[in-house]
């Protein structure tokens, strides 16, 4: 086969060896523009795991980088005069040109044709000439521009400004991060070492920044000048270098993530950075170049032809890139928002700094330096005011909220039965919270529970409106106030729009057969087509329904409960009103978000003056309407919790969607967990996260790294009451309070948890 690839970086070289290996008798030629050494560029970090699969492919150019990698376990982070260093993270590091080198050596030693300096202007004429074109020519691939229309890439211009730099100063000793505060903004550097004398040393700040401190106008002495002086401190008087000089000005980019729908159109293929590109904060665009090179070489000989191999190839190279990119989508988002944590402590912001892609959890860091995640858990501990010296996971720290005590940070979150009677809580409901506040949940909520009849969602849902829900509520508070050590909070809500439909396993949603009830809401918007049109709410309405919601707080109060939530989101009244979706009004409740939040707050205010001072209120909303810029977004619900934070919400509980049937919620692994994040860590104010969070890892890298202060776990209890209990239990932890009558179960479940049976919970 006669086979050109179009650039000689990591993937062209890596393929044009791969297939030589594989059959000798190929004749392949890489062309570059550039000369064989002058190359862009400094250090790479490759992992071991990496390292294997090259070695497997071709041992002798695996055994020649080895040669040559730099090796460090630790990561350092300079941030706020502290340097904090945890260790265990094992990369390897070797210089760009010294790859290239090396891959040069060993294309030629198999007989590769190399032809440098020789640009090339169109891929056609490659294409007319081979029987295979491999676009092996970058992140700015000019063969993926001129088939833009077969490749039909998907290009992204990330936020970020950064400059890829080298140093003779020495940073031999860790994977290092610097994090500096100039008048303009916040800078950084990513730097390590690659080999004796040079480490490489990539500068970045937000895009304002550098606007701010002007380095666009810079030449490419000054840019780097300027960095020298911020970055002084760390240089030990070594110059910072570029050698990129064939990009105009100073050299600063923007990230470009590129993925393409097709990679290949006839005779010809898309490999490495022209293909797909991943972030250099998770450090695996040059394994993605190379691996992507051995699998190519592999499917052409192992399929019956050319268009097969390269179906082969595009399904499973793309799969793996989509994996690779989701990691790097939140490495990069850290860094492009990173001004929101650098007010953390150093030990949190480290935290979250190792956690930024999700692929590192919690357990994985204790693996890697059990001392270093320990000093952080027991700082975690000491914040939170647990006794001294103490040191367990985060998910066991006790929390205060006014008055109000939690043993722990786990919370069930609220989960309507659909068991009441006219409204009032039955056996079911005693039995089932009871079992949940036995299972160890520091706190456990009660489901949506309405303020009149018509507040309800269907006819079973429970309510606060009568003398026998007061008592009925009063002996559940009782027994879990007795029997154990949870508090309980009553969430109480309105159904508004989404009201008179049928129990939730016979329709959700769903009007019911007969018997409907007339319902209100903001505007008259209904929930879908097949729902009523609510009435518009008059003044009249919005009195009555706000002391609805009093002489519900005054029940609340006479039951017990330990704490009041406000259902502010999933569409109910309160949410229909917050979410331009659904409020069309023109009076002082619609328009701008003040005037949305008008009636929630109304009603807050309202309840607060009635409920005692030394117990917290929270309010749980829809944090995204998953619905785009018509709906509320992640940024308006940031301004959403300032509202309630200034009018004195304690905790805003951070849900999303049900707002609207056409919302196209992302699911994911702890998926709404990023807004709790946003509004904790722009507001100050405390959240709770919800939402697919469902092992104990979850909640502890969730605490841990400041994204909220409590979890909630919905569908997990209904799975197992006993879910905090078995977590401590699969942790190894040993205080959470068993009740008495249960200790001969737990002292199984420790036994069988030491020998690793039992407890199938994954930590
Ligand atoms: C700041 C920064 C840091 C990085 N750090 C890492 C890291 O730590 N680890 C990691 O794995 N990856 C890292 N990368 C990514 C890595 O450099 C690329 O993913 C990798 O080089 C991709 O290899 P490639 O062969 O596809 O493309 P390239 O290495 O870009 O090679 C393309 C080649 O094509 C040539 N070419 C392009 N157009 C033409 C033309 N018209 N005519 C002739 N020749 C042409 C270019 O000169 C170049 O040599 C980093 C990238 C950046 C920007
Ligand atoms: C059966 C069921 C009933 C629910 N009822 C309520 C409710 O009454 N009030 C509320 O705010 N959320 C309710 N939710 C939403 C949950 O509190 C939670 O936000 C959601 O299930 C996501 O969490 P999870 O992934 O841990 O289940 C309910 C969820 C389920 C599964």
């Not at 079992?435 to 489901?447: D, H, S």
């Not at 026998?468 to 969430?491: G, L, M, N, P, Y």
């Not at 396993?505 to 057969?513: A, I, R, Y």
């Not at 009041?564 to 569409?571: R, S, Y």
């Amino acid at each position: 086969m006669r086979v050109a690839c179009l650039g000689g970086g990591p993937a062209g070289l890596y393929f044009a060896i791969s297939m030589k290996l594989r059959d000798p008798r190929h004749e392949i030629v890489v062309v570059e523009r550039n000369r064989p050494d002058d190359t862009f560029g400094w250090g790479v970090v490759l992992s071991d795991d990496t390292l294997d699969n090259l070695a497997a492919n071709d041992p002798t150019s695996a055994a020649a980088i080895r040669a040559h990698f730099a090796y460090w376990d630790d990561i350092a982070v300079h941030y706020k005069g502290r340097n904090t260093v945890s260790s265990g993270h094992g990369f390897c590091g070797i210089g760009r040109r010294q790859l290239l080198t090396l891959l040069q050596q060993r294309a030629r030693d198999l007989g590769v044709e190399l032809r440098f300096e020789t640009e090339i202007e169109s891929a056609q004429h490659y294409a007319d000439r081979y029987d295979l074109v491999v676009a092996s020519d970058g992140i700015n691939s000019g063969v993926r521009r001129e088939f833009a229309e077969h490749f039909n890439p998907d290009v992204e211009v990330r936020a970020c400004k950064f400059v890829w730099l080298g140093t003779q100063a020495r940073f031999d000793d860790a994977f290092t991060f610097i994090f500096e505060r100039t008048e303009a903004g916040w800078v950084w550097a990513h730097a390590y070492q690659f080999d004796k004398n040079t480490a490489t040393f990539i500068v970045e700040c937000a895009e304002e920044t550098w606007s701010n401190i002007g380095f666009g106008e810079m030449t490419a002495e000054d840019s780097i000048a300027t960095c020298e002086r911020i970055f002084g401190d760390y240089l030990g008087g070594h110059r910072l270098v570029s050698n990129a000089k064939h990009i105009r000005g100073s050299a600063w980019l923007n990230f470009h993530r590129v993925l393409c729908e097709k990679w290949s159109y006839k005779n010809i293929v898309l490999m490495g950075d022209a293909a797909a590109t991943a972030h250099f904060s998770i450090g695996s665009g040059t394994k993605l170049a190379l691996e992507s090179a051995i699998a190519l070489a592999e499917y052409l000989h192992s399929e019956p032809s050319m268009q097969v191999a390269f179906e082969r190839y595009q399904d499973q190279r793309r799969l793996e890139v989509l994996r690779l990119q989701s990691a790097a989508r939140n490495s990069t988002e850290w860094f492009e928002q990173v001004e929101r944590y650098l007010d953390l402590d150093p030990v949190q912001f480290n935290y979250s700094l190792l956690t930024r892609s999700q692929r590192i959890s919690h357990e994985n860091l204790r693996l890697r330096d059990r001392k270093w995640l320990e000093s952080a858990e027991a700082w975690f501990q000491r914040k939170a005011g647990a006794p001294a010296n103490t040191v367990r996971a985060p998910m066991f720290a006790p929390f205060e909220l006014r008055g109000l005590q939690l043993k722990n940070r786990v919370v069930v979150s609220p989960m309507a039965q659909y068991k009441a009677v006219d409204g009032c809580p039955t056996d079911w409901h005693l039995v089932h919270l009871g079992e949940r506040a036995k299972g160890g949940a520091g706190l456990v909520f009660v489901e949506m529970t309405c303020v009149s009849p018509e507040a309800r969602i269907t006819p079973g849902c429970t309510g606060i409106y009568a003398a026998d829900h007061e008592a009925a509520w009063r002996r559940i508070v009782e027994f879990v106030h007795s029997e154990t050590e949870a508090k309980i909070c009553c969430q109480l809500g309105h159904s508004g729009p989404k009201g008179s439909t049928r129990l939730g396993w016979e329709g959700m949603d769903v009007p019911l057969p007969s018997g409907n009830w007339p319902v209100m809401a903001a505007s008259q918007v209904p929930w879908s087509d097949r729902n009523q049109i609510p009435k518009a709410m008059e003044e009249s309405d919005i009195a009555m329904v706000r002391d609805q919601f009093v002489a519900a707080t005054e029940m609340a109060q006479r039951a017990g409960f330990d704490m009041l939530e406000l259902h502010c989101a999933h569409g109910y009244l309160l949410s229909s009103f917050i979410t331009p979706l659904s409020n069309k009004r023109t009076d002082a409740y619609g328009g701008s978000l003040e005037n949305r939040l008008r009636f929630p707050l109304d009603i807050f205010h309202a309840v607060r003056a009635v409920w005692p001072d030394d117990k917290p209120i929270s309010v749980r909303i829809s944090a995204n309407d998953w619905i785009g810029n018509d709906g509320v977004t992640p940024k308006d619900a940031v301004e959403i919790a300032r509202l309630l934070q200034a009018a004195g919400v304690d905790i805003c509980d951070v849900s999303a969607g049900q707002t609207s049937a056409r919302a196209e919620p992302v699911y994911g692994r702890m998926f709404q967990t990023p807004f709790s994040d946003r509004i904790r860590n722009e507001t100050g104010m405390a959240t709770m996260a919800v939402g697919n969070i469902y092992e104990p890892d979850h909640v502890n890298s969730i605490l841990m790294a400041g994204r909220a202060d409590l979890v909630c776990l919905a569908r997990p209890h209904l799975a197992d009451p006993y879910w905090t209990l078995r977590a401590a239990a699969a942790l190894g932890d040993r205080q959470e309070k068993w009740p008495e009558p249960y200790h001969a179960g737990r002292d199984q479940l420790w036994r069988l948890a030491e020998r690793g049976e039992g407890v199938t919970m994954k930590v």
